[in-house]
């Protein structure tokens, strides 16, 4: 038999500094990560306040269901530093149309939320000048065609080099 010497090893200061600097290294690149996400993604709709616009769900729900029913199409273009917006009936034919309201809502943060007011433009197409900034939009178009409220055309949309995608 050989004689074999046992080395004992130590833990030392270095063993416990590459421990805790591998500890806090995967704790904070976790944190980056998920930061990254957290801000590059869809974070929920802000509104003032969550319980009014919980009670106003089903009577929202009921009208879009109604106007649904009309079988109407919007055409929302958005191009050039122009947003343009038309509606049809079901057989594609244009509707007169009074007033055009849009509405650009951020989804994560009310900061960047702009109201604009399309004007008559050629045809039954309504325009106004306006460049949103490249992301994505909740679009909120309400428009006055002659019915006792205005019709809502609501879409989420991606704008990318000044239009929409």
């Known amino acids: 038999m050989s004689a074999r010497s046992q080395k004992s090893r130590e833990f030392t200061g270095r063993h416990m500094l590459l421990t805790i600097l591998g500890f806090f290294g995967v ?47 919007g055409k929302l273009t958005i191009a050039w530093g122009e947003v343009r917006y038309g509606l049809s009936d079901a057989a594609g034919k244009p509707l007169p149309l009074h007033a055009v309201k849009v509405l650009f809502r951020h989804p994560a943060y009310e900061a960047e939320d702009k109201a604009v007011i399309l004007a008559s433009a050629a045809g039954q197409e309504f325009a106004a000048q306006h460049t949103p900034k490249d992301g994505v939009w909740i679009v909120e178009i309400d428009a006055d065609a002659g019915l006792a409220e205005p019709y809502r055309d609501v879409r989420r949309i991606m704008i990318s080099k000044g239009a929409i995608q």
Do not use: C, D, P
């Not at 009577?59 to 109604?66: D, F, L, P, S």
């Open 27 to 73: 704790v904070i690149g976790v944190n980056v990560t998920m930061a990254t996400l957290a801000s590059t993604s869809w974070t929920g709709l802000v509104v003032e306040n969550t319980y009014v616009a919980s009670q106003q769900f089903n009577r929202k729900a009921e009208e879009g269901r109604i106007q649904a029913a009309l079988g109407w199409i």
